[in-house]
């Protein structure tokens, strides 16, 4: 009876002080706080959608820049006079841009809920790789029925020049 007597006493002679706590505990229980922080400043589903509506309406809605597709076909030629440097300032000043072009289709792939078109270089246009997501059924239909050689019109926004092809993401079909 002894011990436990002297348990209470020891509890009692210990209320109101301050309990000492390690740089591990204190660390720990930062680090669930930014965590809950940062759970709670995340956006909604439903305004992760509004945003991502927003953005394709913007895209959709922009007018295209007049970028001449013909002349970056003598640029990226395998068999192309031009020089790495020149390419490469071309590339800068083209990225971002959006621009609508007629493209030669070479190959289609799937890539996730999108498609992944590749265009073949023609005296017309440069080789291409469009990250296209399909608005609907139809655009979905009508790109699973393209076959080596079908001209598309795309509406794209340039992200970069990757094997001497230009990329573009996002990119919709054009009417």
Known sequence: MNKKFQKVQKFVQNAGKKLKMGFMLKGF???????????????????????????????????????????????????????DLQRDKKEKEITGKIVQWNLKVYEVNERGTGYRIQTSSNSNSPGTFL?????????????????TGAMIKVKGKITGVLMRNIQMDPVVLAK
Request: aromatic share 2%.
């Open 29 to 83: 229980i930062a680090l669930i706080g930014i965590i809950i922080l940062i759970v709670i400043a995340q956006p909604s589903p439903e305004e992760k959608k509004a945003k991502q509506q927003a953005a394709a309406n913007k895209f959709e809605n922009a007018i295209p820049e007049n970028i001449d597709a013909s002349a970056l076909v003598e640029l990226y030629s395998l068999n192309s006079k031009n020089t």
């Open 131 to 147: 990250n296209i997501k399909p608005r609907n059924d139809d655009e979905r239909n009508l790109i699973e029925s393209l076959t």
